[in-house]
């Protein structure tokens, strides 16, 4: 079992690894029409698998939620043209740059009943960005699709929040702000993780160190 595989009833926190999820604090936002749509995408591909392997294990296809898709799933604000997410496979599937060719787009009314449309994307590489490699053990498990084939993941808020750092442009620093307004880490969490992030980073040493002294000033902003 996964170290997140969690039922979201509980009231107590769930601790994930070092860093814990609170439930009481902020639950992800599961059932807007912009999550369904994600957990549609995926429920789509489960679909696909069902019909075209015999005998898959439950949990034959991982899947991290990361991006803009994240940042919906935990705070409820703003939302994403794409879903960027890592997928991890059981050997008995075909290749991940085959299965995402099979992954459709979605269209979907969002909560004001306009319409819309969620693409894949095929282009995300976890690697392009500054990440703890134990990010998997602090992910939550917020979806089962039908046949059980796919379970899918939320990337803690501390993880996306450094993730960040890589570009740290306005979008990201409003991001990573987001999320600490949420109380869903603290400063002394985001510096662990970054600290670790950055042993293990292909961004520019000096570029990221820069970045993570910058964000750690806009956190002290959001505490005045």
Same mark, same amino acid.
């Given at each position: 079992m996964?170290?997140?595989? *969690?039922?979201?009833?509980?009231?107590?926190?769930? !601790?994930?690894?070092?860093? !814990?999820?609170?439930?009481? /604090?902020?639950?992800?936002?599961?059932?807007?029409?912009?999550s369904?749509?994600?957990?549609?995408?995926? #429920?789509?591909? #489960?679909?696909?698998?069902? /019909?075209?392997?015999?005998?898959?294990?439950?949990?034959?296809?991982?899947?991290?939620?990361?991006?803009? !898709?994240?940042?919906?799933l935990?705070?409820g604000?703003?939302?994403?043209?794409?879903?960027?997410?890592?997928?991890?496979?059981?050997?008995?599937? +075909?290749?991940?740059?085959?299965?995402? +060719?099979?992954?459709?787009?979605?269209?979907?009314?969002?909560?004001?009943?306009?319409p819309?449309s969620?693409?894949?994307?095929?282009a995300? *590489?976890?690697?392009?960005?500054?990440?703890?490699?134990?990010?998997e053990?602090?992910?939550?498990?917020?979806?089962?699709t039908?046949?059980?084939?796919?379970?899918?993941?939320?990337?803690?808020?501390?993880?996306i929040a450094?993730? /960040?750092?890589?570009?740290?442009?306005?979008?990201?620093?409003? #991001?990573?702000?987001?999320?600490?307004?949420?109380g869903?880490?603290?400063? *002394?969490?985001?510096?662990?993780?970054?600290?670790e992030?950055?042993?293990?980073s292909?961004?520019?040493?000096? /570029?990221? +160190?820069?970045n993570?002294?910058?964000?750690?000033?806009?956190?002290?902003?959001?505490?005045r």
């Amino acid at each position: 079992m996964h170290p997140s595989q *969690q039922d979201f009833s509980l009231s107590q926190t769930i !601790c994930i690894s070092p860093l !814990c999820y609170h439930p009481n /604090k902020s639950m992800p936002y599961t059932q807007t029409a912009f999550s369904q749509a994600i957990f549609k995408m995926f #429920d789509n591909l #489960d679909f696909w698998l069902a /019909k075209n392997y015999a005998d898959l294990p439950n949990n034959a296809l991982t899947v991290y939620i990361f991006g803009g !898709c994240a940042l919906h799933l935990h705070t409820g604000v703003r939302t994403s043209n794409d879903v960027d997410a890592e997928l991890k496979s059981i050997p008995q599937l +075909k290749p991940i740059h085959t299965l995402e +060719k099979v992954i459709q787009s979605v269209d979907f009314d969002d909560e004001q009943g306009f319409p819309r449309s969620l693409d894949w994307d095929g282009a995300f *590489q976890p690697s392009i960005a500054p990440i703890d490699p134990l990010y998997e053990d602090r992910a939550t498990l917020i979806h089962t699709t039908q046949s059980g084939l796919i379970f899918i993941y939320l990337v803690s808020a501390v993880d996306i929040a450094v993730s /960040k750092l890589g570009r740290l442009e306005s979008v990201d620093r409003d #991001d990573i702000q987001a999320l600490y307004r949420e109380g869903l880490f603290s400063k *002394q969490e985001f510096l662990d993780t970054a600290e670790e992030a950055y042993k293990y980073s292909s961004v520019a040493m000096d /570029k990221l +160190k820069f970045n993570i002294d910058l964000a750690s000033d806009l956190l002290d902003e959001e505490t005045r």
